[in-house]
């Protein structure tokens, strides 16, 4: 039929109309499959459990189910009313069997912790097995029919997600599940909100430097000594005050005022609460005004920052930070003026890259604000990108961890070193960065998973992904744990690598897949995936390329103070993205404040002390900002680092090389700490100055006795520095 433009274009109206009701469509689809399964599994668990009972009878079953009883028999064999004799099946080898033992009935679980409230049983299908499968090397595995381990029956008995993981006789904590049917459609549904690019700049503070050892104070273009009275934060602000009065921000860059008092507390962290709160006549802590909840004191043990303001009635309501400069690098003996130079250098870095660039207090918030500043404007995510459910969220806080910290001890190393030796990989997270899970995420049960053909529960697991798996270490192992535990204490793990050790676990999709390839037994019982997506490659390829540049200027400028300052900037580039990344998972912190008696207290808070008529309190802000809380991004990131310290594919001087704690022989890995391995045996991996690669920082020529602890770790560490340093200047010279 011919149609004139008039109508073809109304028909380009009608398509535009139709695409998004479909999409709609799609969706509520997908979601009634999702109840489907759900309501399915529920049917065939209280089936297994009916049919516990002495009396019970497969018709009566089937009837009230609304199955048939060959189904029912299916899934409680012993209701088979076939005569015994003749009761034999076939398994998928076609070997004869058995008839088998009645099905216990699903274990109650335990009541959810962390953020879980509501926690149905699972389904008693079995989980799907990736067990029993040859190791190979990565880059050439391919998920065969032949390597997958035969599926269990239907209706054998499945663990628990809520049972607890074992390592050895050793009960850990236990990590959420997700739930089952309205609950989990919860969890699996967007917020209501998105990230979106702002539309306005962030206001520049007024920031001074200053050494509290020696008083010297650089504001702006000046240089000044004050006199710093006994060092209390009133006393700090009052001669800071006096010479610069528009101050709003001031930078401790030598000394640590606030552990001066140190003995005299049981924790470091009682220490700098007490100095924080120390009264002054003309000071008081800032607690907020308006929507500002993130106001008032953070209590960290090396980076506090105290939040004051003036109890006079003329001044500007404007609030005043005393933060450390440890937040955003060491700056090594650095004088203030250095200092204030490596920022102006920091910020010449970045604004090459973004015009409407402002340093916030901390690298976090500087982190965040710059990346919403790379949010599309274009293209599918133009929109903004979506933010996960509250649920989900508090789901993926419990249950991905950060960094692996791990320091292996006699037998699995010997109790006297030969040599230790350190290699650090160069700006890691930079290396995770281009690609991240975006949006709403699929949901695969360990049944949906078993269904799947051998390439598409390839392509899952190579996915952005986010798996809770039974893990069995194989016979015969003898290297490094390769999957996080949850170990006992609110937020520990530990890395199992004994063998016959099992245990419940929650990993990304790298990690899960490096096992597997490596022949470690994998139940997969649950699993998330999400859309691959680019959110974090623009805001970190722009990192990338300031890092690069003040880099090159720290290594090749002719004079020492302009390298120095070059390097503290560059530092300073690598704290912007790492607590970038960490503030994606940002969680409520505590902050305290004091207020005099007879005052009313702020709601909800805890109150720590009573001092000379002034009571201190604490309270839990409130969630950072949820607009911009994407912990799906940082578990990824985090995830695909645990796992390149393993093992990863580098560039090598004539054909590309695999490093990592794999590539070395079993025994000779001491220790793992974030981005860095120490080692027994120097593996001279090659080196090209590139993010994520592996640089060696430190060699120390035994014997030596082995690290007891992380602090006899870290003072080898930092002798096997020196010496590197000092044999590499030897070869130089």
Known sequence: MKIDLKVYN??????????????????????????????????????????????ANASRLAKAAGMGQAEVVEI??????????????????GVEQADTAPSPA???????????????APEPAVAATLADMPSVPPQQVEMGASDMAPAPASGAAVPSNEEPSVIGEMP????????????AARFLDLAPTKSTRPNFKQEARHTVFLDTDTGDLVARDQRVRVQLGSRSPGEILDAIMALAPQTQRIYVTAGAPWHRDEARYSTKKDAVMAWLNIPSPRWTADKGRGKDTQAGHFVRPNTPVGRYKSTATDRKPHGIEIRSIHEWFDPEGADPAVVRDAFRGLWKALVEHWNDVVLMGSPAQTGRDLWTRTIPTTGRWAGGYPVLSAELRGLIHATAGQGRVELLTPPRVPDELPALIEYDRTFAYAKHCWRSPVGEPRRLTGTAFRTLADKEKEKALRACSHWQVRVTVPTGWDHIGLLPAPAPGERDWHYPATVGATFTTWASGPEVFTAWSRGWKIEVLDGLVWQEGKPLDEWATRLKAAWAALRSRSELHGDPRERTVAYLASRAIRAILLHGVGAFAARPGMVTGTTPEGEQLPDGVEILGQHDGTITWQRRSDASDERNSHPEFAMYVYGSARNALLEMKMRGDDAPV???????????????????????????????????????KGHLVGP??????EDDLLRLRNEGRRAHRAAQAGAIS
């Open 658 to 696: 695999y490093v990592g704690a794999l590539h070395v022989p079993a025994g000779s890995v001491v220790a793992v700490r974030v981005d860095a391995i120490y080692l027994t045996e120097d593996p001279r991996w090659p080196y090209h100055g590139q993010p994520g690669e592996y640089l060696k």
């Open 10 to 55: 109304e028909k380009l109206v009608r398509l535009r109309d139709l695409r998004p009701e479909i999409a709609s469509a799609r969706k509520a689809v997908a979601k009634a499959e999702r109840e489907l399964g759900t309501l399915t599994a529920q049917r065939d668990q209280a089936v297994a459990e009916a049919a516990g009972y002495e009396k």
């Open 704 to 709: 030596m006795p082995h690290p007891r602890s």
């Open 106 to 120: 699903a274990p109650e679980p335990p009541a959810g912790e962390g953020v879980v409230q509501e926690v149905v």
């Open 172 to 183: 850990a904590r236990v990590l959420p599940s997700l739930p089952e049917g309205a609950a």
């Open 76 to 93: 409680a064999p012993h209701l088979d009313p076939t005569p015994a004799a003749l009761r034999k099946t076939h398994d998928a080898t």
